[in-house]
């Protein structure tokens, strides 16, 4: 069974930092496509972050630069940086995994940036 814990998330002013951490069980994530995503209510689920098995990263143009996904395989966990941040970062963010063709996600950890 896959699961995913997510940490980290918090309340903080425009221009803070927070790191949020997803942990894995159940599956490795050395070779799957590891990603964070944010839901804010009334709309979709949108990708902010990807990590590649092969090293590769993409972000979405709004989080390019301030940003950054990394991924620790010995601990089968994968890292979301998040600096400068805006109050329309302002989501829940979630951690998945998709690897054979499955998709798994986390509960989600609210992100909340106040102006």
């Known amino acids: 069974q896959v699961q995913l814990v997510e940490s980290g998330g918090g309340s903080v002013q425009a221009g803070g930092s927070l790191r949020l951490s997803c942990s894995a069980s159940?599956?490795?994530?050395?070779?799957?496509?590891m990603g964070w995503y944010r839901q804010v209510p009334g709309k979709q689920r949108e990708v902010v972050a990807l990590s590649y098995s092969d090293g590769g990263t993409t972000y979405a143009d709004s989080v390019k630069g301030r940003f950054t996904i990394s991924r620790d395989n010995a601990e089968n966990a994968v890292f979301l940086q998040m600096n400068s941040l805006k109050p329309e970062d302002t989501a829940v963010y979630f951690c998945?995994?998709?690897?054979?063709?499955?998709?798994?996600w986390g509960q989600g950890t609210q992100v909340t940036i106040s102006s």
């Open positions: 159940g599956r490795e994530v050395r070779t799957a496509v």
């Open positions: 998945g995994l998709q690897g054979d063709g499955i998709g798994y």
